[in-house]
C-alpha cells in the first residue's frame, strides 16, 4: 500500500529564512507525488506535483521539491518564507491509474516576524 | 469553471440527527471523491465514484454514513444518526480520470460538529 511520512508536525521559521517540509514515500510502484497546502477552514490547494520529466519541480508561490528516489523522499522547500506562508501543508501520493490518494498527517508551518 | 463547491461549509448538529452534504465538482471531471479530515490530521479516504458508480469504500464509511452520485454530477454524503466521532471536516474532490500524476481538486470542505 503507498504511504507517506511527514517528519515534524510543526515547522517554525523566522521569515525571509528557508523553508523545508520534509516528505517520505513508500511504494512498490513509481509513485506520482503532490504537495498541498491547506489554509485555516479552507480546501486543499496543489502547491506542486512530481513528473517524471525533472527531479526538481517548482510550484506556485516559489516552492519547489526534489524527488530523490535512493531516498524515497519528496522535500518541499522555499528560498525565503513569507508571513503569507503560514499554513498547514500535505505531501499526498497516488497510484496514478489507481483510485485514492494517500495523505500525510501535515506539517503546520508557523512563520515569525 | 467555478472548481468544486460544497455545501453547507459548516453545520451544527444534535447528535442521533441525520446530516447530508453536498458536492458540485468540477463540470467535466468524471471522478468524485470524498475525504474526512479530523483536527490535526491527513485528509483520510472514505469512498470515491466513477460517474453514477461507487467503486470503493474505506472501511471508516460506516453503515451510518451513505453516498450517492446521481447522473454522475453532484454528490450527496450523509450520515444518519449522527456521534460525536463523527466531528470532522468533510472534503469533496474531483479529477478527471487519473492518468499518471492527475491531481485532485478539493472544495473548501463542510466542517461538521456534532453536540
Known amino acids: 500500500a503507498q504511504s507517506v511520512t511527514q517528519l515534524g508536525s510543526h515547522v517554525s521559521v523566522s521569515e525571509g529564512a528557508l523553508v523545508l517540509l520534509r516528505c517520505n514515500y513508500s511504494s512498490s510502484v513509481p509513485p506520482y507525488l503532490f504537495w498541498y497546502v491547506q489554509y485555516p477552514n479552507q480546501g486543499l490547494q496543489l502547491l506542486l506535483k512530481?513528473?517524471?520529466?525533472?527531479?526538481l519541480v517548482k510550484g506556485i508561490n516559489g516552492f519547489e521539491a526534489e524527488f530523490k528516489k535512493s531516498e524515497t523522499s519528496f522535500h518541499l522547500t522555499k528560498p525565503s518564507a513569507h508571513m503569507s506562508d503560514a499554513a498547514e501543508y500535505f505531501c499526498a501520493v497516488s497510484e496514478g491509474t489507481g483510485n485514492q490518494f494517500y495523505f500525510g498527517t501535515g506539517t503546520s508551518l508557523t512563520v515569525i516576524p | 469553471d467555478t472548481g468544486v463547491s460544497q455545501d453547507p461549509r459548516h453545520k451544527i448538529t444534535k447528535r442521533g440527527q441525520n446530516v447530508t452534504f453536498r458536492c458540485d465538482p468540477i463540470?467535466?471531471?468524471?471522478?468524485l471523491y470524498w475525504y474526512r479530515q479530523t483536527l490535526g490530521q491527513g485528509p483520510e479516504f472514505l469512498t470515491y465514484f466513477q460517474n453514477e458508480a461507487q467503486l470503493e469504500k474505506s472501511r471508516l464509511l460506516s453503515d451510518r454514513f451513505s453516498a450517492e452520485r446521481p447522473k454522475g454530477s453532484f454528490s450527496t454524503l450523509e450520515i444518519q444518526r449522527t456521534e460525536q466521532g463523527d466531528s470532522a471536516m468533510y472534503l469533496c474532490?474531483?479529477?478527471?480520470?487519473?492518468?499518471?500524476?492527475?491531481?485532485?481538486?478539493f472544495g473548501q470542505g463542510t466542517r461538521l460538529t456534532v453536540v
Open positions: 463540470s467535466e471531471h468524471n471522478r
Open positions: 512530481y513528473t517524471s520529466a525533472a527531479t
Open positions: 474532490a474531483s479529477t478527471l480520470t487519473p492518468t499518471g500524476n492527475t491531481e485532485a481538486f
